[in-house]
C-alpha cells in the first residue's frame, strides 16, 4: 500500500463551492470506513486542508480525488510518502 500527502485548495468560494465544501465530511467519512483516509486537517483561516490516503495504486489515487465533491472546484497537490525507520 502506498500513502500519500493530499494538499488541497478551493479556488474560489460561492454557491456552488460551498455546497460541495459541505458534502466533503460525509466523502471523509466514507473513505474513513473503508481504510482509506488516514488522516485529515483543516488548515485555520483556509478553505482548504490535507489528507493522507493509503491506496494501493495510482488508479485507486486518481479514482478518489475524481470521486471528491470539490474535484472540480479545488486545486490539488499531491506528495508520495515513504515510512521512514
Do not use: C
Request: aromatic share 10%; charged share 20%.
Amino acid at each position: 500500500m502506498a500513502q500519500f500527502l493530499i494538499k488541497w485548495k478551493i479556488k474560489a468560494v460561492n454557491q456552488q463551492s460551498l455546497a460541495a465544501i459541505l458534502q466533503m465530511p460525509e466523502y471523509f467519512n466514507e473513505l474513513k470506513k473503508k481504510n482509506i483516509l488516514e488522516h485529515r486537517y483543516h488548515i485555520v483561516g483556509h478553505h482548504g486542508g490535507f489528507i493522507i490516503i493509503k491506496v494501493s495504486d495510482h488508479t485507486e489515487l486518481e479514482k478518489n480525488l475524481a470521486l471528491m465533491p470539490i474535484y472540480n472546484i479545488a486545486k490539488f497537490k499531491i506528495y508520495p510518502l515513504t515510512q521512514m525507520s
